[in-house]
């Protein structure tokens, strides 16, 4: 297959899965303990091909440390965002967000430059998801909570923007880009794990877990999925590119946030969704 078209593959398997993800997080009453189910469930079902991919050499480690970190602030962040909004609201904003923040570390990080129309694409797509993130006609919620879960949600923007240039640096550090991703996995589930035992204790924590434990399972399944897919992808593909294409979730979360939770979806949110596709569409044929 041609390396390009499989890197569109890719990144549309990723986004199908990196929204099922998050939508059986929001369904479950609990996001922490959902969170937490979803990486240990990640790690369990990921530790098998420990055993047959090669172990990371230094300078795969040395990424490991500083892509952990990112990742659990972008967990934390997102639990905190999905907490306090739809996740039609916030999901489109937080993964919206990310890939022209992506672009620019990457252009600034790892030398990676985008043509003006990719530019043009890119810029347009991340515009859209204002559209997304305006308050509906008949709001009726509280505004402090609302406009709270936006700024978590573009924290979660930006976190993801941090550990996509580092994941990228990982994935082709190594002698193959599957030490990395099964590593990060196996290694993932111990900062939201720790988060949530530290902040309920050791009985809410079991609580929280076994209520959110089928959810949970089924968002670890969908993000090692989503995840791996994506990993892979920036090992052939160029950071900005797959970024993108991943982020075509927020058309699916939107539809998924619609069709299984009941939330609000709407013109305005099929016209931005339309408006974004056509973004992502100038990123590709750039």
């Not at 990457?106 to 991340?126: C, D, F, N, R």
């Not at 530290?198 to 995840?227: D, K, N, V, Y």
């Not at 927020?250 to 931005?272: D, P, S, Y």
Request: proline share 5%; glycine share 8%.
């Amino acid at each position: 297959m041609d390396p390009t078209l499989f890197a569109f593959v890719l990144g549309m398997g990723s986004a199908v899965t990196l929204a099922g993800a998050n939508t059986f997080v929001k369904a479950a009453k609990d996001i922490l303990g959902a969170r937490a189910v979803m990486a240990l469930s990640s790690a369990v079902l990921v530790l098998p091909a420990a055993f047959f991919v090669p172990l990371p050499g230094q300078q795969t480690w040395m990424i490991l440390a500083l892509s952990l970190p990112a990742h659990w602030l972008y967990q934390t962040a997102l639990v905190r965002a999905l907490s306090r909004g739809d996740l039609s609201l916030v999901f489109p904003v937080m993964r919206g967000s990310a890939p022209l923040l992506t672009a620019l570390a990457a252009a600034i990080v790892l030398g990676e430059q985008l043509s003006p129309l990719a530019m043009t694409g890119l810029i347009i797509a991340s515009l859209a998801t204002v559209i997304f993130a305006l308050p509906e006609r008949n709001f009726g919620g509280s505004r402090k909570v609302r406009n709270s879960a936006l700024l978590w949600a573009l924290a979660t923007g930006a976190c993801v923007a941090i550990y996509n240039v580092i994941d990228a640096q990982g994935v082709r550090s190594g002698p193959s880009p599957w030490s990395f991703i099964v590593w990060l996995f196996l290694l993932d589930w111990i900062g939201i794990n720790l988060i949530a035992l530290l902040t309920r204790g050791r009985e809410q924590f079991m609580e929280g877990a076994r209520a959110a434990f089928w959810p949970g399972i089924g968002a670890g399944a969908c993000s090692l999925t989503s995840f791996s897919m994506a990993l892979y992808g920036f090992s052939i593909a160029p950071v900005a590119y797959m970024s993108a294409m991943r982020e075509t979730a927020v058309v699916f979360a939107a539809i998924m946030g619609w069709w299984f939770l009941r939330e609000g979806f709407g013109v305005r949110r099929t016209l931005a969704a339309i408006i974004l596709a056509a973004g992502l569409c100038l990123l590709q044929v750039s």
